[in-house]
């Protein structure tokens, strides 16, 4: 969305925590939402929630393509159109990429961003009338997977037809699965979260087209249990975990993690 002569726009400094997996949208085509953190200016301290929406990230410049835990820089401005005060819109031209957050010292400068920014559980994020933000649950109790629709609706379908035919691009992948985790929060409450986040999504597609089966059923199976070892396995047993929430525009109380944060313990 290029907004560069709007005169509210304002440039900021944002760490960027996590983005979803593309999506199709009848409004917007193809959009992604970022979830990250406005820093101050001057010393890079940590100071809020913001989601930038919606993006078309896989059309950006090269050179713009935001990698996950890099500080930017970008002129943003409030969504009007959107009633969660941490929504704002980019101006895609104005994106620069300051540096990237390493994960040296078992994730010291990161978890020097993420940590100021905990809540204590969902509750809290509803009643301090917040839409995102990162919680560390109690205990994770489960992970689970299942399938989901194999198509794109036809709506989104001809979303695609459009823009294959006025923009060519690859083609989205619709991932025919989700994943997530049952949880309990410190105080008792227990969730079951899907997961949006678009390392994850990635992780599944890497691992299903290559693998060596024969067989679409037997590569998505392989992939499937290389998502659920790093998931559960991994994750569970050897990972500090925190989850990055964020709720839906259109049902406000129903919320999903929409990424992982998981240094080693």
Known sequence: MKNGGTKKMERKKILIATKTYPS????YKETVCTAGILLNDDDD???SWVRIYPIRFRDLDFDKRYPRWSIISANIEKNDKDYREESYRID???????RKIDTKRKWEERKSFMHPMMFRSIQEIKEKKKSVGIIKPRTVDKYFSK???????????AVQA?????????????????FGYQFTEEDGTSHRYTIS??????????CRDRSQESTVEGREAEALEKVRQKLEDVFLNKNDLSFIVGNLKNHSNTFMIIGLFYPLK
């Open 92 to 98: 895609d031209s104005s994106i620069k990429i300051i």
């Open 147 to 157: 399938i989901t629709s194999r198509e794109w609706s036809d709506k989104q379908k």
């Open 197 to 206: 986040d678009w390392e994850i999504m990635q992780l599944y597609r890497k």
């Open 24 to 27: 199709i949208s009848t409004k």
């Open 162 to 178: 459009q823009m294959d035919f006025f923009e060519p691009t690859v083609e989205l992948d619709k991932i025919p699965y989700q």
């Open 45 to 47: 301290k940590p100071l």
